[in-house]
């Protein structure tokens, strides 16, 4: 029997910079001594900031990935934020072959669709309910190139972005730097609440190969909580935010994503990380769950049309995006 336990906030580390763009974040450490999320009720979970344990019966897809997930997390760790200015993701960029990238209307999908810097599947949520839910997990690929430059590649999930302004997501970046003989790579977590920029989630270990899961939950406009768990390694994080100031979500989209993040103002080469793997996809709000098996799948395209990175659906949960080109 697990006894009553206290809500264990702290205080993240949290940039200047960011707390200056208006953001507020509360972030959670390490469990109560003896917490057991498995026997927990529903009300200590929230305490804790763990999402909730789905119904058995009326939800048994969430709830096995519920229990795997929080089997698989042995250490909870306080998140500490380095905030990249530099580097951006945000919404889905129309490519030469369209000129504007539009929400459908309810019902419909979008077909062939495509994208400069996205590659992957969104769904839109039934009848206009917003979506206050989106999670899924990934195996984290390695970034590799043959030729000299600086690439990257960012695999995520989010909220938003497609035929609307703001876009919460999280995810994984897989960077590589290719000078003659010298080659380095870089993989971390992070977030970003656009038009803040990247914040990479210094302390939580990542490598290639690695399985990682993130729940993103929204539960108004202006509030998430964020769930990442290193699946490999045992390791999870979790905390709350506010948008930066001038920003909310709309809910009109969720979606599981291969990107090309902007550099310094521009969108970066997209580094060959061969194929992608999201599984466990779904996304939810007003009482719908949904998964891929509708989704439109969106291609990548870089210049003269060419595709760059393009998805496959392996069933209604897993889907394949694969490395075509860099640019």
Partial sequence: MVEKSPRRAVKAVVPESLTSKGFRIRGYGALPDGFDPQTATDRQLAAVRLPRRPDTE???ELRALWDRAMARTQVWIEPEFVHHENISHGPAQPSARRKALTAPAAGETVSNATSNNWSGAAVFPPQGKPYRFVGGQWTVPSPNTAADGAYYASEWVGIDGWGSPDVMQAGTETHVTKILFITSRQVYAWWEWFPAGEVAINNLPVEAGDVMYCLICADTTSHATVTFSNQSQGVGTRFDITPPKGSSLSGNVAE???????????????TDYAACYFDECIAGGSGSID???????????????ATLSDPVRENSSVLKVNWRKSS
């Fill in 291 to 305: 998964n891929i098996g509708g989704a439109t799948l969106i291609t990548m395209t870089g210049g003269g049309g």
């Fill in 58 to 60: 009326q939800e048994p």
């Fill in 256 to 270: 599981w994503i291969v990107e090309r993040p902007g550099i310094n103002g521009g969108t970066a080469s997209l």
